[in-house]
């Protein structure tokens, strides 16, 4: 089990010490080239890409004119980025790796990201920030994906949400994007957070039929804030989520592993996951993994403590796990709940599950009662589902799909 001490109390508003959420620390593979040096581009792989809105040296002042300066092919493209708030969506339609590397010294210093939430202050020095929400019904926003500050995916259909039991029907056809998309010490926010309370889907970012790591990033928003499309994998380390309405939302599989997930207050649930049937076992769900979930700050724990599902089942196949994770006391005591009073969603396909989980918000005879909406599993039946290399699958149902992985922060391979 994850060694995590609560080293200050959340009266106080601030998080456990960065040691105590990741002793691994943060993924150092591009510490040098991310690092701030006289020559920016010291340490980077040949032909990387500089974008900063200060230095004249900078190839680009946006980072969209730099997605777009490079071809659809197949050979790996490196961006750095330089410190800033950056306003604008970022798409990356492209097959071939991409990664783009905030600058800062924290990979280099050792510094954990996911331990810097304090009263919402935790800020890389690299800001992509958008303002948008579906919201006003007009026909203006058709879809969650208009909202998203970053898309990886190949077209606009790969990564609508739509509605229905099984949601946007992505065509027949329709290519796999980026294989292997990456991003280092950056903040994706949604500034819609700025009404400080859900005010419809706001997406920080949104994957469909790509691969997306993400190291030492940040997600802001209020609902929604990941969307997971179908075909989508996503794989975030050392990061913080901040959201409060099924802020963590999909069909596709997302791996959260020494994290944090920030509760800006308690709505629907954490996660709300539509599962899919396909021809071969699959295992597309969201799987949070020696986390920290938590109230955001001291002023929103007092408000919500008790009260916070764990997630609730956007279809009846919903899979949604929570392992050795530290649960404040903001936390439901049963763990998981229905959709709804009127319509549950539940049969002997949804998997809400717990495991091994600790802290003053995790009550293990509450949620052994609440079966089935809540299950708790034993080390024998988590095996399935324990790291990365279980989960992950190829678009064709091939397991073990894991090579998009930064490999130097990989556990369980």
């Given at each position: ?101 905030g600058q800062t010294n924290a990979p280099h210093r050792g510094a954990s990201y996911a331990a810097t ?59 796999f994007g980026c294989t292997d998309f990456r991003a280092y010490n950056i903040d994706f926010r949604n ?223």
């Amino acid at each position: 089990m994850l060694a995590l001490k609560v080293l200050a109390t959340l009266a106080l508003g601030v998080l456990p010490a960065a040691a105590s959420i990741d002793p691994q620390g943060p993924a150092k593979t591009f510490a040098l080239c991310q690092s701030k040096t006289c020559d920016p581009l010291v340490g980077c792989p040949d032909g990387t890409i500089y974008v900063s809105q200060t230095d004249k040296r900078a190839s680009f002042t946006k980072i969209q004119d730099a997605i777009l300066s490079i071809p659809n092919n197949t050979t790996p493209y490196y961006i750095l980025i330089g410190p800033g708030t950056y306003t604008e969506q970022l798409n990356v339609t492209r097959r071939g790796p991409l990664y783009l590397l905030g600058q800062t010294n924290a990979p280099h210093r050792g510094a954990s990201y996911a331990a810097t939430y304090d009263n919402g202050t935790a800020a890389n020095e690299v800001q992509v920030e958008w303002s948008s929400a579906n919201h006003d019904n007009t026909g203006l926003i058709e879809d969650n994906s208009a909202t998203q500050v970053l898309t990886v995916s190949p077209n606009l259909n790969a990564t609508r949400t739509g509605s229905g039991p099984t949601g946007w029907p992505v065509p027949a056809g329709t290519p796999f994007g980026c294989t292997d998309f990456r991003a280092y010490n950056i903040d994706f926010r949604n500034l819609n957070e700025n009404a400080q309370v859900s005010n419809g889907p706001a997406l920080a970012v949104g994957i469909g039929y790509a691969n997306a790591g993400f190291y030492s990033c940040g997600f802001y928003s209020y609902q929604d804030t990941v969307f997971i499309g179908k075909l989508g994998n996503a794989y975030m380390y050392d990061s913080i989520v901040a959201g409060q309405t099924d802020f963590l939302y999909g069909f596709g599989t997302l791996y959260i592993e020494k994290s944090t997930l920030a509760l800006r207050g308690c709505g629907g649930g954490v996660v709300a996951w539509k599962g899919s049937n396909t021809t071969f076992e699959n295992k597309y769900g969201a799987y949070i993994s020696d986390s920290y979930l938590g109230a955001a700050n001291a002023s929103v724990a007092s408000s919500i403590a008790g009260k916070c599902a764990l997630g609730r089942p956007w279809n009846a196949q919903i899979r949604s796990i929570f392992m050795e994770t530290y649960f404040d006391s903001s936390i439901l005591a049963a763990g998981y709940v229905k959709w709804s009073t009127t319509d549950p969603r539940i049969n002997n396909y949804t998997l809400q599950v717990v495991w091994n989980n600790y802290g003053p918000g995790y009550n293990l005879a509450a949620e052994t009662a609440a079966y089935p909406i809540t299950q708790v599993l034993d080390d024998q039946s988590v095996q399935p589902y324990r790291y990365p290399v279980d989960v992950f699958l190829t678009p064709d149902g091939v397991p073990g799909n894991i090579d998009w992985i930064d490999q130097s922060v990989l556990v369980g391979r």
